[in-house]
């Protein structure tokens, strides 16, 4: 019953009361004096009832101050009690023991983000590893390896497959100046000696050197009569899409033993390159990361690789070959590695010869569809084949 329920009940109790003792027959007195033993009884209980309330607040209030601080509060009721109450506490402390323990071991947001960062730059990495085991470089030194051609244009010059996947066009640069390229369907209509299918192409800047790279259908050339700018030319369309500067490049021919070439671009696994030399950084080789679709500059890397006695280079994955031969020619050799990942040191590395030729290279494209090196070779234009070593 309530606190609220119970005047009320006992109103009404007395108002019955006062009604009976007005009727003052004998049966009706015995009745109220039932009544009124009744109502002792119920004023008993309602004044236990109040206590007990009372009391039952001042013990939960105690509880709940012993809860939060247990050690200044002696419980002042049953040892049974207090020993419950101690117990909980006890186990409270425990809890915030293992939340402190949980929050000491699970991260914050911020080094979240950094794990998940080192984890992606850990991921890149073993993936670029594993391209590089799948196409491990080595020039074959077998009787197959050497593939001449044929022998066309210029002593000096170049000759390259549209790196695009699919496309079977041979491109023929031939000469360190012009402003025309002969444009075959495939390497066989190339190989024909007499009438082969072909497409002059005519540009609207000459191109100089023999560093010139076909890419998706767009030829990137250095631009004759400039000393660092690179031009990307639409062949379908025969529009100059775009045109870049080359910071620093020009002051000095990239290879020595090919002094008309300064700018020497390449592609591999991992797109367009850029490579010259640096005369402020001793003449060594300079590589440069391009967008091939913005020619904007990524990345830079200046490695050991001297220029000096240098005919050539091309990247393999990452991975710069500096071929290096003599000035009366010879047989060409590859004596410094440069990897952008830092995995290929030179000094680990054998020296790798390559087949005996006629003199020696003025242009070397590397195609990482096909893992062959189109070479220009005193006029005549071969192939090697390149290994590839698969680690499973």
């Given at each position: 019953?309530?606190?609220?329920?119970?005047p009320?009940?006992?109103c009404?109790?007395c108002?019955?009361?006062?009604?009976?003792?007005?009727?003052g027959?004998t049966?009706?007195?015995?009745?109220?004096?039932?009544?009124?033993r009744?109502?002792?009884?119920?004023e008993?209980s309602?004044?236990?009832?109040?206590?007990?309330?009372?009391?039952?607040?001042?013990?939960?209030?105690?509880f709940f101050?012993?809860l939060l601080?247990?050690d200044?509060?002696?419980?002042?009721?049953?040892?049974?009690?207090?020993?419950?109450?101690?117990g909980?506490?006890?186990?409270?402390?425990?809890?915030?023991r293992?939340?402190?323990y949980?929050?000491?071991?699970?991260?914050?947001q911020?080094?979240?983000?950094?794990?998940?960062?080192?984890?992606?730059q850990?991921?890149k990495?073993?993936?670029?590893?594993?391209?590089?085991?799948k196409?491990?470089f080595?020039?074959e030194n077998?009787?197959g390896?050497?593939?001449?051609?044929?022998?066309?244009?210029d002593?000096?010059g170049?000759w390259?497959?549209?790196l695009?996947?699919?496309?079977?066009?041979?491109y023929?640069?031939?000469?360190?100046?012009?402003?025309?390229v002969l444009?075959?369907?495939?390497?066989?209509?190339f190989k024909?000696?007499?009438?082969?299918?072909t497409k002059?192409?005519?540009?609207?800047?000459?191109?100089?050197?023999t560093g010139?790279?076909?890419h998706?259908?767009?030829l990137?050339?250095?631009m004759?009569d400039?000393p660092?700018?690179?031009?990307?030319?639409?062949?379908?369309?025969s529009?100059?899409?775009?045109r870049?500067?080359?910071?620093?490049?020009?002051k000095l021919?990239?290879y020595?033993?090919?002094p008309?070439?300064?700018?020497d671009?390449?592609v591999?696994?991992?797109?367009l390159?850029?490579?010259?030399?640096?005369?402020?950084y001793g003449?060594?080789?300079?590589?440069?990361k391009?967008?091939?679709?913005?020619?904007?500059?990524k990345y830079?890397?200046?490695?050991?690789?001297k220029?000096?006695?240098?005919?050539?280079?091309f990247?393999?994955?990452?991975?710069?070959h500096?071929?290096y031969?003599t000035?009366?020619?010879?047989?060409?050799?590859?004596q410094?590695?440069y990897d952008?990942h830092?995995?290929?040191?030179?000094?680990?590395?054998p020296?790798?010869?390559?087949?005996?030729r006629?003199?020696?290279?003025s242009s070397?494209h590397y195609?990482?569809?096909?893992?062959?090196?189109?070479?220009?070779?005193?006029g005549?234009?071969t192939?090697y084949e390149?290994?590839?070593?698969?680690n499973?």
């Open positions: 019953m309530s606190s609220r329920g119970n009320l009940f006992l009404s109790l108002l019955i009361v006062g009604s009976v003792w007005s009727q027959s049966h009706d007195a015995f009745i109220i004096q039932y009544l009124e009744r109502l002792a009884q119920m008993v309602f004044c236990f009832w109040l206590t007990s309330r009372s009391r039952f607040c001042h013990i939960l209030t105690s101050v012993i601080n247990k200044w509060l002696i419980f002042p009721y049953s040892s049974e009690v207090k020993s419950q109450v101690d909980i506490s006890m186990r409270m402390d425990r809890v915030e293992e939340l402190e949980l929050e000491d071991k699970i991260p914050t911020s080094n979240i983000e950094i794990e998940e960062a080192l984890l992606e850990q991921i990495a073993a993936e670029l590893e594993q391209l590089k085991k196409a491990g080595k020039v077998g009787e390896s050497l593939k001449v051609v044929k022998k066309a244009g002593v000096s170049s390259l497959k549209d695009s996947e699919g496309s079977q066009k041979v023929l640069f031939s000469g360190i100046r012009n402003n025309t444009q075959f369907p495939s390497l066989q209509s024909k000696k007499t009438k082969p299918q002059l192409l005519q540009l609207p800047f000459h191109w100089q050197g010139h790279v076909v998706h259908g767009f990137y050339y250095h004759a400039t660092n700018q690179i031009l990307k030319f639409d062949l379908l369309n529009t100059v899409v775009d870049t500067l080359i910071p620093g490049a020009g021919p990239t020595s033993l090919n008309n070439t300064y700018l671009l390449a591999d696994e991992l797109g390159w850029v490579i010259y030399a640096d005369p402020d003449g060594n080789l300079v590589i440069i391009l967008d091939k679709e913005t020619l904007a500059v830079t890397w200046d490695t050991q690789c220029s000096r006695d240098a005919e050539g280079a990247l393999v994955c990452g991975t710069l500096v071929v031969n000035g009366y020619g010879g047989r060409s050799t590859i410094c590695l952008i830092d995995t290929v040191h030179s000094n680990e590395s020296v790798v010869f390559f087949p005996k006629y003199s020696s290279h070397i195609h990482p569809g096909d893992k062959h090196l189109y070479a220009w070779d005193d005549y234009q192939i390149v290994e590839t070593r698969r499973d």
